[in-house]
């Protein structure tokens, strides 16, 4: 059975930096397309970043542009989202999920979601 499991999320004073994970169990993702999204109290789901088979095939929305960087683990099965320098409207649950692609313009249909992980940023 496919699944997808986040981690890695917490609360951060403003400036601070977290790690989330993305790790998949069932399946080897290495050959899919990854997107994280996040959703805020009151607010609709929005994708945040995706990669594609390499590194180098990645997106990001213009507010994280500089801040957050996604990478694979394909020896650990897993996707990171590295974000840095958070700022209270990061304040979300983030999810991974499998997509259809990643492009210039965001992911594609997302398929497999995880559970999410809670990201705080308050001082």
């Known amino acids: 059975q496919a699944q997808l499991k986040e981690s890695g999320g917490g609360w951060v004073q403003p400036g601070g930096s977290l790690r989330l994970s993305c790790a998949a169990s069932?399946?080897?993702?290495?050959?899919?397309?990854i997107g994280w999204f996040r959703q805020a109290p009151g607010k609709e789901r929005e994708a945040v970043s995706c990669?594609?088979?390499?590194?180098?095939?990645?997106y990001y929305v213009d507010s994280v542009k500089g801040r957050f960087t996604i990478s694979k683990d394909n020896a650990k099965n897993l996707v990171e989202l590295q974000m840095n320098e958070l700022q209270p409207e990061d304040t979300a649950v983030y999810y991974c999920?499998?997509?259809?692609?990643?492009?210039?313009?965001?992911?594609?249909?997302?398929?497999?979601w995880g559970q999410g992980t809670q990201v705080t940023v308050t001082s």
């Open positions: 990669v594609w088979i390499h590194d180098s095939d990645t």
């Open positions: 999920a499998t997509v259809d692609y990643c492009g210039g313009y965001g992911p594609g249909s997302a398929n497999w």
């Open positions: 069932g399946f080897t993702l290495e050959h899919y397309a």
